[in-house]
């Protein structure tokens, strides 16, 4: 069974910095592609950054230049570090894996980020 688990939400204020964890079990972390997500009251979940197997990362244009993703296969963990945060940043952040071969997606169950004006 594969499971996903967030933590490293919490409450900060505009400009800070928060770092994100999500830890994952089972073997197909090596084998997955995986992604962090975000979802704001009243929005559609949008992509905030992703990083593929190999460790080459993107991101959504409104992040780029504060957020950084990163794996470390050993601990089968990814990271969010997000810095000079704003409260259009308020949301909660899901952990995203895809399965190799299969595509399976798989999700945790989201930490809340709050960025105070």
């Known amino acids: 069974q594969v499971q996903l688990v967030e933590s490293g939400g919490g409450l900060v204020q505009a400009g800070g910095s928060l770092r994100l964890s999500c830890a994952v079990s089972?073997?197909?972390?090596?084998?997955?592609?995986m992604g962090w997500y975000r979802q704001a009251p009243g929005k559609q979940r949008d992509m905030v950054a992703r990083i593929a197997r190999g460790g080459t990362a993107g991101y959504a244009d409104f992040v780029k230049g504060r957020f950084a993703i990163s794996r470390d296969n050993a601990k089968l963990t990814v990271y969010l570090q997000m810095n000079s945060l704003s409260p259009e940043d308020t949301a909660i952040y899901y952990c995203?894996?895809?399965?190799?071969?299969?595509?399976?997606?798989?999700w945790g169950q989201g930490t809340q980020v709050t960025v105070s004006s």
């Open positions: 089972g073997s197909i972390f090596s084998f997955a592609d």
């Open positions: 995203n894996l895809r399965g190799y071969p299969d595509y399976r997606d798989y």
